[in-house]
């Protein structure tokens, strides 16, 4: 009895401590997600860009938008960064969408959801903290996969299903028959024993990306019926999708093939010797071919949370202002500010036609323009901006600024030039409102062929429906196009006891200062070659003739 007694206290201290264990890992979990709020995103092992950018394939081909943010716009701007700037979601899902989001959009997008959906969370917190724990419990998986099994489940069926029906059965009927037939039972859950582990084993060899595409699904159904039961303002169309699939939610142990507990344990060798895995994903496949519909809207919806409550953590960690749409083509802004540079000196816009910016070395030209291009997508997709105050007319956003030559192509420098600059051309020609920013324009060939047809570039995209923005040094583009372009300008400011300085200021009109001869002084280069260039120059704009 005393023996008893001590077992029995044993195991409720172990029950205890296991209850302790977890309550206290949960309350761990929402500690962080309160500590955490309001912070920029720390970098993850997860959220590959080449998971994301997989996903967001799939996802364009089914339902396209107007526009595009193309593979050299994404990368001159380095908008991969600013993705991980803003990606402070707790699921794949959510970064996929987040991802999609940023990648595509229409003209004059709806955004009305997404802005009441962000709306709710800024007054509902502890809703909020609610949810983004559900979403933290479910987690992210690279590369899951999930997207083209929505898309197209017909082509993910197993084949020869009866034989795996057979060995379930199989081994369910051996156990019995030992309880009757003693040896010859035992004989044969033996065999079926080995068959199975065998036969999941040969299966999982092949379909182990399946096996966790459908495990993440069946995640995504049960954390829509936990969602489901908050005060969050789904559509009622939702509300119906999750009341469809959330019964998948029930199939996620069944692909737990991993664990570290001895209880875990257990049911994965309980999962693999039944065959469970198999029997669930075959089950799962049937039931997406008939809810597909429902678990994309699922998808949309799980991914459209995620997408608000990124968007509210970065309005907490950075200053930003809810973007205006306009009805006249162009931008104006007032404090606008380069996401990706702490302290970012602030600018005003007022761009409304074909303008050349100009100024000396590291003046911030290149700054600027890209600090426009970049809130000009954040405005349109997601509609705030990094500014006081941003107002736009919607267009495509292209650019055409860090260029490299092509050795495997076989491209030159010029020619690599050539082809970024004609993606703006095309789609220009093909009526496009197109917005866009080219960084050192044709300055892959002489001088005389680079002005040449700069100049006759820029006089036909202003003429079209587009807007240019060029940061150039060739100050003969200025005086060729005083008619045809606006001019603005940095500048620097040197003096004897501080040196070159530059305040990063824009200014109108043209620049009329430089400093390439001024930085071969300051770093030291002989004093020959210092003055040698300071006479050419000067000849040169004395006779527009060299010496």
Same mark, same amino acid.
């Given at each position: 009895m005393e023996l008893m007694i001590q077992v029995v206290s044993f195991a409720g201290l172990v029950i205890c401590g296991l209850v302790a264990w977890y309550v206290y890992s949960q309350?761990?979990?929402?500690?962080?997600?309160?500590?955490?709020?309001?912070?920029?995103?720390?970098?993850?092992?997860?959220?590959?860009?080449?998971?994301?950018?997989?996903?967001?394939?799939?996802?364009?081909?089914?339902?396209?938008?107007?526009?595009?943010?193309?593979?050299?716009?994404?990368?001159?701007?380095?908008?991969?960064?600013?993705?991980?700037?803003?990606?402070?979601?707790?699921?794949?899902?959510?970064?996929?969408?987040?991802?999609?989001?940023?990648?595509?959009?229409?003209?004059?997008?709806?955004?009305?959801?997404?802005?009441?959906?962000?709306?709710?969370?800024?007054?509902?917190?502890?809703t909020r903290e609610k949810v983004q724990y559900h979403l933290v419990k479910m987690g992210k998986q690279d590369n899951n996969y999930l997207l083209p099994h929505i898309e197209t489940p017909e082509k993910q069926s197993i084949p020869y299903e009866p034989y795996y029906w057979f060995l379930g059965a199989g081994l369910i009927v051996s156990l019995l028959l030992t309880a009757v037939a003693g040896k010859i039972g035992l004989y044969l859950l033996l065999l079926f024993l080995c068959v199975n582990v065998l036969t999941y084993y040969r299966v999982k060899s092949f379909l182990e990306t399946e096996f966790r595409t459908l495990r993440y699904l069946s995640e995504l159904a049960g954390l829509s019926a936990k969602l489901k039961k908050t005060s969050v303002p789904l559509p009622a169309e939702t509300h119906s999708a999750i009341s469809e699939v959330q019964s998948l939610g029930r199939y996620s142990n069944a692909f737990r093939v991993s664990g570290t507990t001895e209880a875990e344990i257990l049911v994965e060798y309980v999962n693999i010797v039944l065959l469970l895995p198999v029997f669930a994903y075959i089950r799962l496949n049937r039931l997406l071919k008939s809810k597909q519909e429902a678990?994309?809207?699922?998808?949309?919806?799980?991914?459209?949370?995620?997408? $608000?409550? @990124?968007?509210?953590?970065?309005? %907490? =960690?950075?200053?930003?202002?809810?973007?205006? !749409?306009? +009805? &006249?083509?162009?931008?104006?802004?007032?404090?606008?500010?380069?996401?990706?540079?702490?302290?970012?000196v602030p600018n005003p816009v007022c761009w409304?036609?074909?303008?050349?910016?100009?100024?000396?070395?590291?003046?911030?030209?290149?700054?600027?323009?890209?600090?426009?291009?970049?809130?000009?997508?954040?405005?349109?997709?997601?509609?705030?901006?990094?500014?006081?105050?941003?107002?736009?007319?919607?267009?495509?956003?292209?650019? $055409?600024? @860090?260029?490299?030559?092509?050795? %495997? =192509?076989?491209?030159?420098?010029?020619?690599? !030039?050539? +082809? &970024?600059?004609?993606?703006?051309i095309s789609q220009v020609e093909d009526g496009v409102m197109v917005y866009g920013f080219i960084d050192e324009i044709l300055k892959g060939t002489n001088t005389i062929e680079r002005i040449a047809s700069s100049a006759s570039v820029m006089v036909w995209l202003s003429r079209s429906q587009a807007l240019v923005l060029v940061a150039t040094h060739d100050i003969e583009l200025t005086e060729i196009l005083h008619d045809t372009c606006a001019n603005i300008h940095f500048r620097e400011t040197i003096s004897d006891e501080q040196g070159m300085?530059?305040?990063?200021?824009?200014?109108?009109?043209?620049?009329?200062?430089?400093?390439?001869?001024?930085?071969?002084?300051?770093?030291?280069?002989?004093?020959?070659?210092?003055?040698?260039?300071?006479?050419?120059?000067?000849?040169?704009?004395?006779?527009?003739?060299?010496?």
């Open positions: 309350l761990k979990v929402k500690q962080k997600i309160r500590n955490e709020w309001g912070k920029l995103p720390s970098p993850t092992k997860y959220d590959k860009e080449d998971s994301l950018a997989k996903a967001y394939d799939v996802w364009r081909k089914q339902q396209a938008k107007m526009y595009q943010i193309d593979d050299t716009t994404w990368y001159d701007l380095d908008m991969w960064s600013v993705f991980q700037m803003l990606n402070k979601t707790e699921t794949s899902v959510g970064s996929e969408s987040l991802y999609q989001r940023l990648r595509e959009y229409d003209a004059s997008e709806d955004l009305s959801d997404l802005k009441n959906m962000m709306t709710f969370f800024d007054k509902h917190p502890e678990i994309r809207a699922v998808y949309k919806a799980v991914g459209q949370i995620e997408v $608000a409550l @990124a968007l509210n953590n970065f309005k %907490l =960690a950075k200053t930003v202002c809810e973007a205006t !749409e306009m +009805k &006249s083509r162009g931008v104006e802004a007032v404090g606008l500010r380069h996401p990706l540079i702490d302290e970012c409304e036609q074909a303008t050349l910016v100009t100024g000396s070395n590291a003046s911030g030209k290149s700054t600027y323009v890209k600090a426009i291009a970049i809130n000009l997508i954040l405005a349109q997709t997601v509609g705030i901006a990094i500014a006081d105050t941003f107002n736009y007319f919607p267009g495509l956003v292209m650019t $055409a600024m @860090a260029v490299e030559d092509d050795v %495997l =192509a076989g491209d030159s420098y010029f020619i690599a !030039e050539l +082809k &970024s600059l004609h993606r703006v300085m530059f305040d990063f200021k824009v200014r109108s009109g043209a620049s009329t200062t430089s400093n390439a001869i001024l930085l071969l002084d300051h770093l030291l280069f002989p004093q020959e070659i210092v003055q040698a260039a300071n006479r050419r120059a000067a000849d040169y704009r004395d006779t527009r003739v060299w010496t």
